[in-house]
């Protein structure tokens, strides 16, 4: 089955996130040697992640209405996991060399449309 004829969830972001992405993408894809944009998209992936993890976790919260202190604890808990993911992911995307730099990119690419 084709990857667009599955099941899919998605998050909305802001536009200027989308816009910051696609330049860097277009950058990036554009760029004669990748791998010297790895720092920004590590830090793109990053707030990505952060934009992903409020839609996903604290928005319902708030549609929920709950209160003050569960909505808190939830947001430190997720700054938590972001501090944690935030080496480990920028280490793996340092790593990458140039044709695997371009193949994330891609795969970013494919899952903002």
């Known amino acids: ?10 998050f909305v972001y802001s536009a200027a ?12 894809e554009a760029s004669g040697n990748p791998s010297e944009h ?4 590590g830090d793109l992936v990053m ?3 952060e934009a992903g993890f409020d839609y996903f976790y604290l928005k319902p ?14 947001g430190l808990a997720i700054s938590g996991a972001l501090r944690i993911m935030s080496p480990v992911v ?20 494919l899952l903002m449309k």
């Open 47 to 49: 707030e990505l992640t």
């Open 38 to 41: 790895q720092q920004k998209f």
């Open 61 to 74: 919260l708030d549609l929920a209405g709950m209160g003050f202190l569960v909505r808190q604890s939830a």
């Open 17 to 28: 996130l989308r816009k910051k992405a696609l330049d860097l993408l277009d950058t990036i």
């Open 1 to 10: 089955m084709p990857a667009a004829a599955k099941p899919s969830l998605r």
């Open 90 to 109: 920028r280490n793996i995307i340092d790593r990458m060399d140039n044709d695997q730099l371009l193949k994330v990119c891609g795969f970013v690419r």
